[in-house]
């Protein structure tokens, strides 16, 4: 009974580690929206894939993940994959390499545009869907725009033909210690994109999605394989303690 509670006390653990892991990717704020992303739906998948490609890979690359391995999990072909994905790519065992030099990138933006292969486990997918959700127009900013959860940030809004450009309205409170608080009150469109909001949203779903997955493709066959090892722990733990009764059994 003692090594039982042992055994669940450490599972119990694991599991509380897990948890906790997963609360710091998200990066640990509770106001954002959530991405609801489905990893098992391959339609989404590929939907996002053919979105990083057109709009991110001309600045990001993804160079932890090779074009066979999403071409595998995603059933296309290679002729799919060389005719729809593979713009600046000869052979599908490469990686996703961005089409613009890095030092010109740095010259241009202050600073290269970060690799997206593990963004989505370094940030969070809801971090990346608001990001993708809140560029707002800015008088202040080289670009012309700014970003509600990454202030300051010198990348474009890249999708704003699909988006439109909308503004930022705050509001500022006087705390009794004399600072003052700025609080966010909501977007106000300006001019309107190629899709809606509820398209729009789909949209960046569907990027984060395809995100989320490079950042752990072999993600699917390790939940099955865990659950296989589960499932023989659990078994051999069983065994264990019948094949102990039986040998003790005689002793007092």
Same mark, same amino acid.
């Given at each position: ?17 897990? /948890? ?16 609801? +992303?489905? +990893? ?7 939907? #996002? ?6 709009? *991110?890979?001309? *600045?990001?690359?993804?160079? !932890?993940?090779?074009?066979? =391995? ?21 052979? =599908? ?13 740095? %010259?241009? !933006?202050?600073?290269?545009?970060? $690799? ?15 990001? +993708? ?9 080289? =670009?012309?725009? $700014?970003?509600?959860?990454?202030? #300051? ?5 890249? +999708? ?44 960046? %779903? ?6 989320? !997955?490079?950042?752990?493709? &072999?993600? /699917?066959? %390790?939940?099955?394989? #865990? ?22 059994? $005689? &002793?007092?």
């Amino acid at each position: 009974m003692v090594k039982f509670k042992q055994f669940a006390s450490m599972m119990a653990l694991v599991v509380c580690l897990i /948890s906790t892991q997963g609360m710091a990717s998200s990066g640990g704020t509770t106001d954002m929206e959530k991405a609801d +992303l489905d +990893l098992d739906n391959v339609s989404s998948l590929q939907r #996002g894939a053919r979105n990083f490609m057109n709009y *991110c890979s001309g *600045c990001h690359s993804a160079q !932890y993940v090779r074009y066979k =391995t999403i071409g595998k999990y995603l059933g296309l072909s290679e002729e799919q994959l060389i005719d729809n994905l593979m713009f600046n790519a000869d052979k =599908t065992f490469e990686t996703i390499q961005t089409s613009m030099p890095s030092a010109d990138a740095k %010259r241009w !933006y202050g600073v290269a545009p970060p $690799d997206l292969s593990l963004m989505a486990r370094a940030k969070g997918a809801d971090y990346i869907f608001n990001f +993708l959700k809140g560029f707002y127009v800015s008088d202040s900013s080289p =670009t012309g725009v $700014d970003n509600l959860v990454l202030a #300051g940030t010198s990348m474009p809004h890249v +999708l704003w033909e699909l988006q439109g450009y909308q503004t930022a309205h705050f509001s500022e409170h006087s705390n009794e210690d004399g600072s003052t608080t700025i609080t966010f009150e909501g977007f106000e469109s300006l001019s309107a994109g190629a899709m809606d909001a509820e398209d729009y949203d789909e949209f960046v %779903r569907d990027t984060v999605n395809f995100l989320a !997955y490079i950042a752990e493709p &072999v993600r /699917s066959d %390790r939940r099955k394989l #865990g659950v296989w090892v589960l499932m023989f722990l659990i078994f051999f733990f069983i065994l264990a303690s019948m094949l102990k009764k039986q040998i003790w059994k $005689d &002793v007092n």
